[in-house]
C-alpha cells in the first residue's frame, strides 16, 4: 500500500514538474506528453526485461498481450486488466475500469482535458514494455467518461509496419 501512494504522489509530481516548465519558456502541449511517455518509455523497458528475465519465450503477440495484461500491469497498478479483446489482425483493446493514476481526479466532464498527461506515462510503460518484447507498436489512450467511482481506460496497441 505504501508503495502504490509513493508511486502515485511521484506520478502527480513529475506531471507538474514538465507542466510547471511551460512557465519557463516551453508552451507546446504536445511536448509534455511526449516528455511523460518518453520517460513511461524507458520505464517499461526496464520493468519488463525484470519480470520476464526467468520466464520462457512467448509463442505469439497474443501471449505477449496476456502477459502485459497479467503480469506487467499488476506489478505496476497491484491489479490485472478488466478487458483484452483483439480483432486477431494486430490490434488490441485492453480496458481498465478502475485506472489507479486517474481515480484522484474528480468526476465530470471538466477534467476530461485533463486526462490525458495523467495517461501518457502509462501510455510509455505499455509501449516501452512491448518494444522490448519485440513488438512495435503505437499506443493510444482514451477516456470517455470519469465517473467519480469508477475510470475506463482504453489502450489501443497497432502493430507498425
Excluded at 504522489?9 to 511526449?34: C, D, M, P, W
Excluded at 483484452?84 to 474528480?106: A, M
Aim: net charge positive; with cysteine; proline share 1%.
Amino acid at each position: 500500500m505504501a508503495d502504490e501512494a509513493a508511486f502515485q504522489f511521484l506520478h502527480n509530481e513529475v506531471i507538474q514538474y514538465i507542466y510547471k516548465s511551460a512557465e519557463s519558456g516551453e508552451t507546446e502541449n504536445g511536448r509534455h506528453i511526449a516528455k511523460l511517455e518518453n520517460m513511461g518509455f524507458r520505464v517499461g523497458q526496464g520493468l519488463i526485461e525484470r519480470l520476464t528475465k526467468d520466464t520462457a519465450r512467448f509463442k505469439d503477440e497474443l501471449d505477449i498481450m496476456k502477459f502485459v495484461c497479467k503480469d506487467f500491469w499488476t506489478c505496476v497498478f497491484k491489479k490485472q486488466i478488466d478487458n483484452l479483446r483483439t480483432n486477431h489482425q494486430g490490434i488490441y483493446v485492453l480496458q481498465d475500469n478502475k485506472f489507479r493514476l486517474l481515480s484522484q481526479l474528480s468526476a465530470g466532464k471538466q477534467y476530461l482535458e485533463h486526462a490525458p498527461k495523467y495517461l501518457s506515462f502509462s501510455c510509455g510503460l505499455v509501449r516501452g514494455a512491448l518494444s522490448s518484447l519485440g513488438v512495435k507498436s503505437i499506443v493510444t489512450a482514451e477516456v470517455s467518461i470519469m465517473p467519480a467511482c469508477k475510470t475506463s481506460r482504453e489502450v489501443l496497441i497497432k502493430k507498425s509496419n
